[in-house]
């Protein structure tokens, strides 16, 4: 399946999108059965409201999140750091230029600070799911020189998903010789990664980043942009899973 198609596919299935789907949905149930296409667009409207929730999606969040960071001294022994894109920001003519975004660069600065005690070499894998001119792992190259003047040794340009990322970093790992590494990525993501790189016959030491999270008290429960953001990342994760089994 391309890319763009996955995409779009995402977009109808995972809210906000969801919802419009399926509203779309209930007013073509309402020709022939209107008290059904109510209740339908009733329930739906309910469930956009609790993917809303921080302490809905938290709960969402927490079998995919279940993977804690390593102590450091799991670190003994691994080869190299490996550091999974998350996504870019894209460039406004003018006014700035294309980069990582937040969720990659938080996996990045994890991966320095390993590297700043560990004094492993740092592999980046991400390529150009949507056709992109420049690669993410050459926007994580930049941002690792950049702001923590650290060249990765290593960049994998060619992935589109997960399991890419740990295919073709495998390629690039074994001429080295390197057979346990500490993965970064974030902490939705790291079960997902943590498989595929063991199916691979790597080690893996976890080092997961950007945990959900939620206000206290009432604040919890009150519809907002993050409980949509982390309840969204969540059930692409759950989708990911699906289709890695």
């Known amino acids: 399946m391309s890319t763009s198609l996955l995409a779009v596919l995402k977009s109808i299935v995972l809210p906000p999108g969801g919802l419009v ?7 073509l149930l309402w020709r022939w059965w209107p008290r059904a296409a109510i209740a339908f667009a009733f329930a739906v ?13 938290l709960w969402l969040s927490a079998p995919i999140e279940r993977i804690a960071p390593a102590p450091a ?3 003994r022994g691994a080869q190299a750091i490996v550091v999974l894109g998350g996504g870019r920001a894209s460039a406004l003519p003018g006014r700035s230029r294309e980069r990582v975004n937040l ?16 004094r492993l070499p740092i592999l980046v894998t991400g390529g150009r799911p949507g056709g992109e001119r420049r690669s993410e792992a050459q926007l994580m190259n930049d941002a690792l020189i950049e702001t923590f003047g650290m060249p990765p040794r290593w960049l994998e340009n060619h992935s589109h998903n997960t399991r890419e990322n740990a295919l073709y970093s495998a390629l690039i790992l074994r001429e080295h010789e390197v057979r346990k590494v500490i993965l970064v990525t974030s902490a939705f993501h ?11 016959g790597f080690e893996v030491v976890p080092a997961p980043v950007s945990f959900s ?11 907002s942009s993050l409980g949509l953001a982390q309840s969204q990342r969540a059930l692409h994760e759950y989708l990911g899973w699906i289709a890695g089994r």
């Open 21 to 27: 789907t399926a509203l779309l949905f209930a007013a």
């Open 45 to 57: 409207s309910l469930a956009f409201i609790a993917l809303c929730m921080p302490r809905v999606s």
């Open 73 to 75: 001294s799991d670190w």
């Open 103 to 118: 969720d990659t660069f938080a996996r990045i600065a994890e991966a320095a600070r390993i590297s700043r005690h560990t």
């Open 190 to 200: 790291m079960a997902r990664a943590e498989r595929n790189f063991e199916r691979l």
């Open 213 to 223: 999270s939620a206000p206290p008290g009432l604040r919890g429960w009150l519809p």
